[in-house]
């Protein structure tokens, strides 16, 4: 099916671990990013792609990585995770005319949890 | 820069009475503007937006928003609430940076609708 899949969906981890979220579009977008969602904060911009092998840094970067090597791929991941990186992220993608009147497509979320 | 207000962290309706969901923005430039709409663990979905046509958007569900530039508004109206409306709502202002339009959301307001 057509669409952006998030995966894990739910996933507990332990501080110092490395932990990826992994993201996939089907639409073949050019434009891909990393929410994170706190209370309180709304979505805060982690990282963000324009296209394969470009990427940006967002309000949020500190602490996470990532790679666009195939259009449809941008994975998400925290080296060392922190207690702090406790949120439900968010992968989204935007059709490659760019974002001028162009409409954000949301997957489900990933809840982290690092205890 | 760019930034984005929304005035209320809640708001509470009855079922049947209008709905107002204020937003305020500030960017250096002419944005584009979106609200979007979160039910409880799901991702987020487009309701409307503004991209520099018609000042009085009107989106899905009956929902509508009028872009006032002179206030810096973008508020988010229904004449006449549903239960299903009850959802946390976020306003979105979008505006260049380095040739891409990167989107600022605001905190969220969450909407209750009593029946």
């Known amino acids: 099916d057509a669409g952006i899949t998030q995966s894990p969906r739910y996933k507990i981890t332990e501080t110092g671990r490395q932990v990826t979220l992994m993201c996939h579009q089907t639409?073949?977008?050019?434009?891909m990013f990393w929410y994170r969602q706190d209370l309180g904060h709304g979505l805060r911009l982690i990282y963000y792609?324009?296209?394969?092998?470009?990427?940006d840094k967002g309000e949020v970067p500190d602490g996470y990585v990532v790679s666009r090597s195939k259009t449809e791929n941008f994975p998400l991941t925290l080296e060392s995770a922190t207690r702090s990186q406790t949120s439900v992220y968010f992968c989204?993608?935007?059709?490659?005319?760019?974002?001028?009147?162009?409409?954000?497509?949301f997957g489900e979320g990933s809840r982290l949890t690092v205890l | 820069a760019q930034s984005v207000t929304q005035l209320d962290s809640h708001v509470s309706v009855s079922e049947g009475t209008p709905v107002l969901l204020r937003c305020n923005y500030s960017?250096?430039?002419?944005?584009?503007l979106f609200w979007y709409v979160q039910h409880p663990n799901k991702g987020l979905q487009l309701l409307l937006k503004?991209?520099?046509?018609?000042?009085l958007v009107k989106g899905i569900n009956g929902f509508e928003a009028e872009f006032k530039k002179s206030e810096t508004s973008f508020h988010l109206t229904k004449p006449s609430a549903h239960m299903s409306d009850a959802a946390e709502y976020f306003c979105?202002?979008?505006?260049?940076?380095?040739?891409?339009?990167?989107?600022?959301f605001g905190r969220g307001t969450s909407l209750i609708v009593h029946p």
């Open positions: 979105v202002v979008s505006t260049p940076s380095g040739g891409s339009y990167i989107p600022t």
């Open positions: 792609s324009a296209a394969a092998d470009i990427t």
């Open positions: 989204a993608s935007s059709p490659g005319q760019g974002l001028v009147g162009g409409e954000l497509f």
């Open positions: 503004y991209t520099s046509a018609a000042t």
């Open positions: 960017s250096s430039y002419s944005p584009s």
């Open positions: 639409w073949s977008h050019s434009y």
